[in-house]
């Protein structure tokens, strides 16, 4: 169930640490002061660990948290869906499919850690 759906939009709820459920990635969000956070989300193992995507602050006030970056040159959009235990990652410039059996896969579902 989407977060909009539980009624839990509050910035609060998106403050942890989330581990990719099909792939090498992780996540941490951090709030640094009311509608701020700092954003990690690079490669948490293999032969990638610890490649980094994204790390920068950002302002978010609910529903899907959109971050802009740069990746070989080129502007694009990770976004980040949160739901009751967990998150959704995706990116504009690529798909799960274009990560299919890299030990450097960040996209896809994330679960919760320390729920």
């Known amino acids: 169930m989407k977060t909009e759906a539980l009624g839990l939009a509050a910035p609060a709820f998106i403050e942890g640490e989330y581990h990719c459920d099909d792939c090498h990635g992780y996540l941490k969000i951090q709030k640094q002061r009311p509608g701020a956070y700092k954003v990690w989300l690079g490669v948490g193992g293999g032969s990638c660990g610890a490649e980094v995507l994204v790390d920068r602050s950002v302002r978010y006030s609910g529903g899907p948290l959109t971050i802009a970056h ?37 996209l896809g579902p994330y679960s919760r850690q320390g729920k």
Not at 94 to 106: N, Q, R, V
């Open 70 to 106: 740069t990746l070989n040159g080129k502007r694009c959009t990770a976004t980040v869906d949160f739901f009751d235990d967990g998150a959704t990652v995706s990116d504009s410039r690529f798909a799960p499919d274009d990560e299919k059996s890299s030990t450097c896969a960040l």
